[in-house]
């Protein structure tokens, strides 16, 4: 539990310069905090100095998740979940631009004075660039996903300074745990978190390194994303869209390109947000919402007029694919290109659909982190790792050692 109760005390302290080594050495995720005067806090607060996500999730959501429901266990603490897409999706969008449509309307009726969301450099598309937007247009420039780590809570000072009140912040999981964590300390009256799921982030050269490995034209890439067809999309400055297997993947190259920060997080579903808006809980071309608590309602009911929503669904059987992604994640099997694109062929076929996609790919994510975290730093290993964690990968036969 923390206890953060010397309010000031770290306007004594000052942040790190850009490049020094973080409290979280290697395992650190750019998150921002440290960049600021609230590296007082970092010991408490840091996702990966201190997990607590069960203690945050009973202050934000007024309980955690219940460990019985199997629901709670993979989706965290909710009230309701659904599918949706925008009636008039936001052209260049990651999806179809729900975020940045909550966000402006928060901006547009008063709730908030200003939005958290990270824009891209001047001379660099991918290149994050977080800021604390007060227009319409400052949210749509931050629409579309910066793949890499983002250190979006590098703003917390400017928050302080702009005595703003009320705030909506837009993040991934690490930086809304250390933001949780110190939200007290930030001065306001009120704070809405607005989340995305996120898994296997990578820095800005480990990006370029995939882009080069996996697609043909890796200068052109505007977008990408895992789809729930098994393949990843890309889609190109002219439009185009190239699509690659995921089992065609060169996983002995891509192996190490992951963040060792994200190869140890249990945070997919991003558990603290008031709502969060993803895709892999839904099936293709909509989006899924997980709205954790009143205030992610309030949020969602501003747009209820601009989407259009259906109930998930879930279909299939993930455990056997889980099971057999587990060796061969290990021993960095690439599969020929023919071969790959028949087995997405199958499994699109028969494969795990809706929220069974969502647990599939929470499954293969946590069994994967669970070894690298008990390889890598097993000193960690059991305070580390939640237990909804623990349960999830309990039900696969790991490698020893
Ligand atoms: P848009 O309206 O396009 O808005 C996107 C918002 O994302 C912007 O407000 C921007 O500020 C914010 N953003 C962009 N890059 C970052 C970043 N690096 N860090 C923090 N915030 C950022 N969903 C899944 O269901 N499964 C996944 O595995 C998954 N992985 C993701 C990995 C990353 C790195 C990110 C950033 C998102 C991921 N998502 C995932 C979320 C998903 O890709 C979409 O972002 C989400 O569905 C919102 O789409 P949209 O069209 O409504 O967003
Ligand atoms: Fe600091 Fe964030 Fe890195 Fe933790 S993840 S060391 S809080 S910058």
Redesign the pocket.
Known sequence: MTSLQEPAKHLKAQGMKPGGRRPAKELCSECGLCDTYYIHYVKEACAFLNQQIAELEAEAHGRSRNLDNWDDVYFGVHQDMMQAKKKQP?EG?????????I?IEMLNRGLVEGVV???NSKEDRFQ?QPVIARTPEE?LA?????????P?LSILEQIEQSKMKRLLV???GC?IQALRAVEKELGLEKLYVLG??????VTRAGLQKFLETTSKSPDTVVYY??MQDFRIHFKHEDGSLETVPFFGLNTKELKNIFAPSCLSCFD?VNSLADLV?????ATFGW??IVVRNQTGQEMLDLVGDLIDTQPVITQGNRKQAVQQSIPAYDKAVTLPMWAAKLMGVVIDKIGPRGLEY?RF?IDSHFTRNYLYVKRNHPEKLEAHVPDFAKKIVEQYHLPNS
Do not use: H, R
């Open positions: 936001i969008a990651q999806w179809t631009g729900i975020v940045s449509t966000a969301c990270v824009q994050p949210i931050a629409k579309v996903n910066k793949p890499t780590l983002s979006n837009i993040g991934v930086q995305t799921p996120c898994v296997d982030n994303e895992f997919y808006v993803g895709y892999m809980g989006q899924w969502a790919s």
